[in-house]
């Protein structure tokens, strides 16, 4: 069956410091993969996501990068991290239209 | 551009049934979502709609009118642990990709004794 891992489940982080969120899924091949933010009483906001190795495509501008090294590995990173980056990140997977599914998400405070 | 409409908060009391209303208007409309997230955890499928119509899945049934762009979740025999947000998500296509998923803010339902 197929598995997603993400981690770590929760982050404190000083403003100005790196970032680097990873995610993997299990138990399936060629998956797309998507990084989305839910901030406080908001919505979940898609990031990014990927079709396949080394293919990111961005929806909004912002301070966080993605990349996808591995075929069922994605990345979230951030050179410098903001106050507003604050929020509660999530993994998610699908390969048919009909289905996807989300890692247990990781919860960043930048203090 | 892509907007979802979905109820910020409903109140329901155990053993009723609630209807949890979607409107959408997008582009690349392929199909739509309901998950579940209750606070500070991930969200978790419940159903999935492509076709109009009603599709039941035990307590809960979605429904999809694709030409009204809406939908709705219907939750029966209403238990405390239903208590939790129901995110309204559509999926897009993008120049050949699938499954771009675009959420809805979500509806806050708090399930009374």
């Known amino acids: 069956s197929q598995t997603i891992h993400q981690w770590p489940a929760t982050l404190v982080q000083p403003v100005g410091s790196p970032l680097s969120l990873e995610c993997t899924v299990e138990?399936?091949?060629?998956?797309?993969l998507y990084w989305y933010r839910q901030a406080a009483g908001r919505g979940l906001q898609l990031l990014f996501y990927?079709?396949?190795?080394?293919?990111i495509s961005s929806e909004v501008p912002q301070n966080l990068s993605a990349s996808r090294p591995q075929d069922r590995q994605f990345i979230l990173s951030s050179k410098k991290l903001l106050l507003s980056d604050s929020g509660f990140y999530l993994c998610?997977?699908?390969?048919?239209?009909?289905?996807?599914?989300f890692g247990q998400g990781t919860r960043l405070t930048v203090v | 551009g892509q907007n979802i409409d979905q109820p910020t908060e409903m109140t329901a009391t155990e053993g009723a049934i609630v209807q949890i209303n979607c409107t959408y208007q997008?582009?690349?409309?392929?199909?739509l979502f309901w998950y579940q997230q209750h606070a500070g955890e991930a969200p978790t499928f419940l159903s999935y709609?492509?076709?109009?119509g009603l599709e039941e899945k035990g307590r809960f049934s979605s429904f999809l009118s694709r030409s009204k762009g809406y939908s709705y979740l219907l939750l029966k025999e209403l238990q405390m642990k239903d208590s939790a947000s129901y995110l309204c998500?559509?999926?897009?296509?993008?120049?050949?990709?699938?499954?771009?998923?675009?959420f809805g803010k979500g509806t806050k339902l708090s399930v009374k004794p």
């Open positions: 998610a997977w699908s390969v048919r239209i009909t289905e996807a599914f």
């Open positions: 997008t582009s690349g409309f392929n199909g």
């Open positions: 709609n492509v076709l109009d």
């Open positions: 138990g399936t091949s060629n998956p797309n």
């Open positions: 998500a559509v999926t897009i296509r993008y120049g050949g990709s699938q499954g771009n998923l675009i």
């Open positions: 990927s079709v396949g190795i080394g293919q």
